[in-house]
């Protein structure tokens, strides 16, 4: 359960007099996520989405809601936090930040078609070209260097031909992007398909931000495409790649660089995440009880990626 806070029906209806959104009708806490309390909130005016933030992290919050703030402005189909009556977004309930949010259609893609992948892909791609002229910084918490000192922590409980790969490959990335300025901007860090929202073929929201930062565009569009085109196998269902960058580069037609690196790059996420999950699992478990993911579909997936799996990039449409 997603619920670390509880919270009654007078604290919610209490705090929503900070707002001009109707008064609480019912309060129901959602039974999934891993890091922040979460409750569905009726009111006579609409749904809306509460959320306390539970750990760490804190001084973060600004950028997320500035971000969000930026994106819905620019007609990105994501949650734009709301506003009290004096123009403030972020507050405090229940000793514990919070923050409030209207309600996105929909649920999430298990099985995302073409059309669904398409939507994603055309999302994505406005949100980067919009998102590269965002003026916020937050440090990409997950980037090369993070795995160059984190994976040592990780190694005593691999095999040995795993500590050898993961070595190796953080070792080659550091070569590879030694020198390289790909393009930048505010980034998801996280877009895997239980963080949007469809209201059948339509996307109805692209949620949970709080791995935002600032980074390599090509990182967030690899993170994707592992996720949303790979199957048990971590082969690449070719259909939904063409569809989801397809759809991108009409957007953001990716450099002859992101070209180049893109092989790599699928490769860097999926370690990305292999040595993550492993970190919960071996290094520093959740503070509350839940079960961690597996981290063999990331290796999976690295597997695939080294034995040059990859299909080719679309040609952007002129």
């Known amino acids: 359960m997603a619920v670390f806070t509880p919270l009654s029906d007078d604290q919610v209806a209490e705090f929503l007099e900070r707002y001009s959104v109707g008064r609480l009708q019912t309060l129901k806490g959602v039974p999934h996520g891993t890091e922040n309390s979460t409750f569905f909130v009726t009111t006579e005016q609409d749904e809306w ?16 809601v500035d971000l969000l703030d930026y994106l819905a402005a620019r007609q990105l189909p994501v949650p734009g936090p709301v506003h009290d009556r004096d123009g403030v977004a972020l507050q405090r309930l229940a ?18 078609n073409l059309t669904q992948c398409a939507a994603l892909g055309d999302a994505l791609g406005r949100m980067h070209q919009a998102s590269q002229d965002f003026t916020g ?13 984190r994976h040592r922590e990780v190694l ?17 990335y550091a070569q590879v992007f030694s020198d ?31 791995n935002g930062c600032s980074g390599e565009l090509l990182f967030d569009l ?57 970190l919960v699992i071996h290094v520093d478990p959740p503070a509350h009880d839940i079960t961690p993911h597996d981290p063999a579909r990331f290796r999976t997936l690295l597997g695939r990626r ?13």
């Open 156 to 172: 005593p409980f691999l095999s040995e031909d795993d500590q050898a790969l993961m070595s190796r490959e953080i070792a080659d």
């Open 137 to 149: 910084e937050r440090a990409n918490p997950r980037d090369l260097a993070w795995l160059q000192r």
């Open 49 to 64: 989405v509460l959320t306390l933030f539970e750990q760490g992290g804190f001084e973060d919050l600004p950028f997320f």
């Open 306 to 318: 080294l034995e040059g799996a990859v299909p080719t990039l679309p040609i952007a449409a002129e």
């Open 222 to 278: 690899a993170i994707v495409i592992n996720d949303w085109t790979s199957d048990d196998a971590g082969d690449i269902d070719e259909a939904r790649y063409a569809a989801i960058l397809g759809a991108y580069l009409a957007h953001r037609p990716l450099t002859e660089q992101e070209r180049e690196l893109w092989p790599v790059m699928l490769r860097l996420t999926a370690l990305r995440y292999w040595l993550s999950r492993l």
């Open 180 to 210: 390289v300025e790909l393009p930048q901007g505010a980034i998801h860090g996280d877009l895997f398909r239980d963080n949007t929202l469809y209201d059948g073929d339509r996307l109805g929201g692209i949620i949970d931000f709080y």
């Open 95 to 112: 000793g514990r930040p919070a923050l409030l949010f209207p309600r996105m259609p929909g649920s999430h893609p298990s099985a995302p």
